[in-house]
């Protein structure tokens, strides 16, 4: 790590005319979140509970969930953490629950399946709900998500979790609850889905796959997978704007919040906080502690122009040159 990087360590991340962008991290084990994330987070923005599922040779029980949860809910407490509901299928099978299909990524993944397996959702979110009991830093995000009724029939099962638990007992809080925008239809119904719920999180590596029908992990059409297509910007607009209508809270979670070019037109667009992996962490802190949000409000107004992914590229590289 260079030294102008690791000055930033301690530091707040805001715009020099005091705009405050908290950057979260993205992860799925405990052991990965030591070294450099605790200090650096606001909190976990995105917890990927697929790993817990994939080493074993089985689904995880509740107490074996719950254990999982509780490390990384305590190791960040007070900051927030946010859980997503097991997100299998597409590009993230287990092997266990083997699924046969031509098009795994148009087909049952993420809440489809828990939708249609309503025991493996209950069990993870009483696990979660458990594991949050003392601490209420929990927030739990829904993936995959295509329409309202999935979000309705998943709010009505995390309702159905808590009573059980306070039947058992045990005093469970109804977290927020947030969905992952990363389906284009999603994007269409921001705002019905933001009156829903606490937050929206917007997945940028599935939203771009889907918006540009490009497979993320194919090598043969990866040069056509770009998130500053101008597509996916038009997309960021109208989601923020949907969520504004409500009140509600957007965070993006995809690969681009990491990215330092990208991040910019992020603090732009206004979206209210990102998340990445750690090692992005200072690089996006950098960046944003260059910058004013005025001028990434103006560099955004000249991407919102551009008619190609490279000629936002070359705005935003030359952009980021000026400010060294
Ligand atoms: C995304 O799709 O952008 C995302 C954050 O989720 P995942 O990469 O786990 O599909
Ligand atoms: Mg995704």
Same mark, same amino acid.
Request: hydrophobic letters at 30%; proline letters at 5%.
């Given at each position: 790590l260079s030294a102008e990087l690791d000055? &930033? %360590? #301690?530091?707040?991340?805001?715009?020099? !005319?005091?705009v405050r962008l908290p950057l979260f991290l993205n992860t799925g084990? @405990?052991? $990965?979140? %030591?070294? &450099? #994330?605790? /200090? $650096?987070?606001? #909190?976990?923005?995105l917890y990927r509970t697929e790993l817990p599922f994939l080493v074993r040779d089985r689904f995880p029980s509740e107490n074996e969930q719950l254990r999982n949860y509780r490390a990384v809910l305590e190791t960040f407490a007070p900051r927030p953490v946010t859980i997503r509901t097991l997100d299998i299928g597409g590009d993230k099978p287990l092997p266990y629950f083997p699924v046969q299909e031509s098009n795994p990524f148009l087909g049952w993944r993420g809440i489809r399946i828990t939708r249609d397996h309503p025991e493996i959702f209950i069990t993870q979110v009483r696990a979660m709900l458990r594991a949050a009991v003392g601490l209420g830093n929990l927030r739990l995000l829904l993936p995959m @998500?295509?329409? @309202?009724e999935e979000v309705d029939d998943a709010l009505l099962l995390i309702q159905r979790a808590c009573d059980e638990l306070a039947d058992e007992g045990i005093d469970a809080a109804m977290p927020p609850v947030g969905v992952m925008i990363e389906v284009p239809a999603a994007v269409y119904q921001a705002d019905a889905i933001a009156r829903r719920v606490s937050f929206l999180s917007v997945g940028t590596n599935d939203l771009t796959q889907y918006l540009l029908a490009v !497979? %993320?992990?194919n090598a043969h059409v990866a040069s056509l997978? !770009? /998130? &500053?297509h101008p597509a996916v910007l038009r997309a960021l607009m109208t989601i923020v704007a949907g969520a504004r209508l409500y009140g509600c809270e957007v965070s993006v979670c995809g690969e681009m919040a990491g990215d330092p070019l990208a991040a910019v037109l992020l603090l732009g667009i206004g979206v209210h906080n990102l998340s990445m992996s750690a090692g992005s962490l200072l690089r996006v802190k950098g960046v944003i502690r260059s910058m004013s949000r005025a001028r990434s409000r103006e560099l955004l107004r000249v991407a919102l122009q551009c008619e190609t992914g490279q000629a936002v590229r070359h705005l935003l590289t030359d952009a980021l040159e000026e400010v060294g």
């Open positions: 000055a &930033l %360590r #301690g530091l707040p991340s805001q715009t020099t !005319d005091g084990l @405990v052991s $990965e979140q %030591r070294p &450099l #994330g605790i /200090e $650096e987070s606001a #909190g976990i923005g @998500v295509t329409t @309202v !497979d %993320r992990n997978y !770009d /998130e &500053l």
